[in-house]
């Protein structure tokens, strides 16, 4: 008798979501990344989400399908970045039928006799794709949405769905032309005909306007039964062709799901009750508010961000300060070694370890991860937090941009007030010389423009090994410039120098930071901050190259003095598949 054997069939899901999104793009779709599921919950990292692998990744796509593409390098970058995505299509010149179960399913091809196509295989149904567009409605028929133009989208075969079932290609069809008769799916046949009032609305602009309108009564707090007959009135009275009374319930409906937006209003200063500032430094770090850290590489701002955290863990007296109590704080570190740097450094200064906290895994500050990092905040009554680097969080964010900056640091603004904690952004200096100490931090202007208080930091120089801090900006009281001295420490051993208070200094910082960097301290030459930057980096194996040079630059490290530096420590590319990866040599 034959044994029974088994065969074991290996499916690679991202290798199919890329391949799936390529195709799309080499056929003239547009395609854009939404978060995928991980362990059974949304990659968003939102308890309970509504739209689990189904909305899009903000910092990839803050434009929802405006911001989708066909271009495969801006594919390949999305799934390098995040290899457990899902994807969107977007049903431009398309619609795709959405059968949510049998029933409907049963309905649709038994009424309409649709052509074979294009067809995926859904969690609870089917998606069938046509050319051609039609109006877009969700529940044109019971558990049946219809999805078209360029501002729909469906999740593409290869995704999963937070069942765990993995959205398939059932009928690998050419896209049929869209049938007359399917185009009327959204006509029932109980509806009276639509009475037109040739209002001034037309029809293109019918929804839109509506659903404006809808939006503006539910700010003002109007229940949704109003909504719904002031609704009814104005279609009817208003539009060039009135839509159906369905369509009108079902903007009603979807406007009161969202929290009413206040509107603001305009009050005199006499209402204004007086707020007293709360400090946790006198007068340098006032709580509610975003600050800035900016400073060369390697001169002491993460050694600086360790001292403080570790003076606020204990509730020591800052200098020129008053008595704190002990509090805790976020030391978000996206650079140095959590275990063999950073956790060192902050008990070299007698830090509190149970009251710092940091991150166990990078990760960007989408809006979806500013809510979480809000919750954090708010769940461990944080008092302090740095970002250490800022940039290191911004992905698909210009740095450069005034409006995407102040965007991205307003919501850090947010939760600074929200919660009454303090929020540090550290940043590098770039290398451009500066006449005004503020505007040396790599970036739009807009990181100091947001932020209440900014600090420069550089090296001394006065032979002492240590830094000095600048207070460059405020919007209460400048204080003093402070000097620090960096103790002695035995590297090879492990160890990270104590940080201490000098004294304070008055000193013009504009004309000490606009000097050369080799007068205030000894020269930093750029291949040995790259070397040292490699050698820290890759000490505990081998790395991605990409994540590699994108921490680089955010170190103002540039690409030909890593590349040069790598060299230099006989660094050689290894592939692995489709990435690149880089290892330190055998000793």
Not at 22 to 32: M, S, T
Not at 277 to 294: A, K, Q, R, S, V
Not at 391 to 403: E, K, L, R
Request: aromatic share 8%; with cysteine; charged share 25%.
């Amino acid at each position: 008798m034959n044994k029974p054997f088994k065969i074991r069939v290996t499916f690679d899901r991202p290798a199919s979501v890329l391949g799936n999104m390529e195709w799309f793009a080499r056929q003239g779709i547009r395609v854009l990344p939404t978060h995928g599921i991980v362990d059974g919950r949304c990659t968003c990292g939102r308890k309970n989400c509504e739209k689990a692998g189904k909305h899009p990744i903000l910092a990839l796509a803050p434009g929802w399908a405006e911001d989708a593409t066909t271009k495969l390098k801006s594919i390949r970058k999305w799934h390098r970045q995040h290899p457990d995505m899902n994807y969107g299509v977007v049903t431009e010149d398309l619609t795709v039928i959405d059968c949510d179960s049998e029933q409907s399913l049963v309905e649709f091809r038994s009424g309409y006799r649709p052509p074979p196509t294009f067809t995926v295989k859904t969690a609870r149904g089917f998606h069938f794709y046509f050319s051609g567009d039609m109006p877009s409605r969700n529940g044109a028929r019971e558990k049946l949405d219809v999805k078209s133009g360029p501002g729909c989208y469906v999740v593409g075969p290869g995704s999963m769905h937070i069942s765990g079932w993995t959205y398939a290609l059932w009928e690998d069809e050419p896209f049929a032309q869209l049938p007359d008769n399917i185009a009327s799916i959204t006509q029932r046949r109980d509806e009276p005909p639509e009475t037109g009032g040739d209002g001034p609305i037309p029809v293109g602009m019918r929804n839109s306007t509506l659903t404006q309108f809808a939006g503006y009564l539910h700010s003002k707090g109007v229940p949704q039964q109003s909504v719904l007959a002031a609704l009814k009135a104005l279609n009817q009275d208003m539009s060039e062709k009135p839509l159906p009374d369905r369509e009108i319930r079902q903007i009603a409906r979807s406007v009161s799901r969202y929290p009413a937006k206040t509107l603001p209003k305009m009050i005199p200063f006499s209402e204004i009750p007086e707020e007293k500032l709360e400090f946790l430094w006198y007068p340098y770090i006032c709580l509610g508010t975003l600050g800035l850290l900016d400073g060369d590489p390697g001169d002491g701002k993460s050694q600086f961000s360790a001292w403080l955290c570790a003076r606020i863990s204990r509730g020591q007296t800052l200098p020129n300060g008053e008595k704190i109590k002990p509090a805790n704080c976020f030391l978000l570190n996206f650079e140095d070694l959590k275990g063999a740097v950073i956790k060192p450094r902050l008990k070299a200064n007698g830090a509190d370890l149970s009251r710092v906290f940091i991150q166990t895994t990078p990760f960007d500050l989408s809006k979806e991860m500013t809510d979480w990092l809000d919750g954090e905040i708010a769940e461990k009554q944080v008092r302090l937090v740095f970002i250490d680097p800022i940039q290191a969080t911004m992905t698909g964010v210009d740095g450069n941009s005034n409006i995407q900056v102040r965007e991205f640091m307003s919501r850090l603004a947010e939760i600074a007030d929200r919660r009454r904690c303090a929020i540090i952004c550290v940043r590098h200096f770039g290398k451009g010389p500066q006449e005004q100490a503020m505007k040396k931090g790599l970036g739009s202007t807009d990181f100091v423009g947001i932020s209440r208080n900014q600090f420069g930091l550089a090296r001394r120089n006065d032979d002492v090994r240590g830094f000095i801090v600048f207070h460059l900006k405020t919007n209460f009281e400048r204080g003093d410039a402070m000097l620090f001295i960096m103790g002695d420490a035995d590297g090879r051993e492990g160890e990270q120098p104590k940080i201490s208070f000098d004294k304070f200094i008055k000193i013009d910082a504009d004309e000490f930071l606009s000097s050369d960097a080799s007068a205030r301290g000894p020269a930093q030459d750029e291949r040995q901050v790259a070397r040292d930057y490699l050698l820290e980096a890759l000490a505990d194996g081998q790395k991605e190259v990409g994540p590699l040079k994108r921490n680089a630059e955010a170190h103002a490290i540039s690409a030909s003095t890593l590349d040069r530096a790598r060299k230099e420590l006989g660094i050689v590319p290894q592939r692995d598949g489709k990435k690149w990866y880089w290892a330190l040599p055998p000793e």
